[in-house]
């Protein structure tokens, strides 16, 4: 990890260790199946690589019930801490993962987005605009929606959400607050 640039300017702290947290793979597509699933495997390789755990991996149709079925599936269960979906997330007909996925969400992680596309026109300049990534959190689980690209995931994962997943990660991060999701 050393030599690599944080955005935002964070530090990872030393005096800090390492949490790996569970988290789940969901790739949603209507044309991708284990072997083709690029962007599902990228992501699922990223999360082992930097330490976490690989809790589960799927792929669904862009289809509301479906999608909203896996996540629900996985926002109840306990082993699961954080879901990472790819996929669904443009403009055409069939892109339909923000509208599965929003609706679960008790909380909207709204900054996730505004870095999400500062970070993407850095790389792909305008067509960021035809980008609906997003995030939030749903009964304690948080969620990363991201485009179906690996270009987007290795931005998504490399860029942004890697280190909000990382406890050492200062002044603050996603992973510290995680136990006090559901406090009330």
């Known amino acids: ?6 955005l935002g300017g964070g530090h990872l702290s030393e005096d800090v260790p390492f949490r790996p947290l569970n988290i789940a793979v ?4 209507d044309t991708r199946d284990e072997a083709s699933d690029t962007s599902g495997k990228l992501l699922a390789d990223r999360v082992i ?9 799927r792929i669904v149709a862009d289809d509301i019930a479906e999608i909203q079925s896996q996540m629900k599936a996985w926002i109840d269960d306990p082993a699961v801490e954080v879901i990472l979906s790819t996929g669904g997330t443009g403009l055409t007909g069939r892109d339909v ?14 900054g996730f987005e505004v870095i999400w596309h500062m970070t993407s026109f850095q790389g792909v300049g305008l ?9 939030g959190l749903a009964n304690g689980t948080l969620i990363f929606c991201l485009p179906g690209s690996n270009g987007a995931c290795k931005d998504g994962w490399d860029k942004l959400i890697r280190w909000e997943l990382d406890i050492r990660l200062r ?11 559901l406090e009330r």
């Open 26 to 29: 969901l790739t949603i597509s």
């Open 1 to 6: 990890m050393s030599g690599e640039q944080i």
């Open 127 to 135: 067509s960021t605009l035809q980008s609906r990534a997003c995030a």
């Open 49 to 57: 690589r930097d330490g976490h755990c690989l809790a589960a991996r």
């Open 97 to 110: 993962t923000p509208e599965a996925v929003r609706p679960l969400f008790d909380k909207v992680v709204e």
């Open 171 to 181: 002044p603050c991060n996603l992973a510290e607050l995680a136990p006090r999701f």
